[in-house]
């Protein structure tokens, strides 16, 4: 039982270690490119954030604390959760009000800060970063390298440094570009268990709808 008890903990992911509120050393910021999310997996779900009228293209996944290994989540707070207006205030730039619920339950109750603040700051970390605008250039769609994406975000900001945005796919598209700041939002070079470029050289990447 003991040996059961030792690889039981030694087996629990390192962010369920220290998971208290504010104790963290940076930001990832995500940005998903809303019609491959659409494609995927919102059209099935019917979801608002995917028709044509809202014209998303690279929306906020989430901000989320991080450390140098690992991640906190689901933290306790005793900061009062977000009212519906809130969220729903968020669903310009994250899709829906069901996303800024999630992440705010999430991420945001381990930043240490309020709801209001939480969202307040996810939004100026989602203006600080210029979305490349050749993306909504395409009209077709197309299949290109996921390194092509990480260099246009890094054209597209020269503060960037190379280390500091990493491009992830998924079942062979382009998902999320996710993006490293300071807890004052400049920014930083990743953790090692967040630079894991995608490196598909033909991932699928729609148009904007």
Partial sequence: MRAALIWLCMALPVWAENDRAGVFDYYVMSLSWSPNWCAREGDARRSPQCDASQ??????????????????????????????????????????????????????????LSAADYYALSREA??????????????????????????????????????????????????????????????VPCGQDVVRDCRMKDAVFDPVR
């Fill in 55 to 112: 014209d998303h293209g690279w929306i906020l996944h989430g901000l989320w604390p991080q450390y140098h290994r690992g991640y906190p989540s689901y933290c306790n707070t005793s900061q009062r959760p977000p009212s519906r207006g809130m969220t729903a205030q968020m669903a310009d730039i994250m899709g829906t009000s069901g996303l800024a619920w999630h992440q705010w339950k999430k991420h945001g109750t381990c930043t240490g």
């Fill in 126 to 187: 989602y203006a600080s970063v210029v979305r490349p605008p050749v993306f909504r250039q395409i009209t077709k769609r197309m299949k290109l390298p996921a390194s092509v994406v990480e260099e246009a975000f890094l054209q597209a900001n020269p503060g960037f440094v190379r280390d500091g945005i990493t491009i992830t796919c998924q079942d062979g598209m382009i998902q999320e570009a996710r993006i490293c700041l300071s807890r004052d939002l400049k920014p």
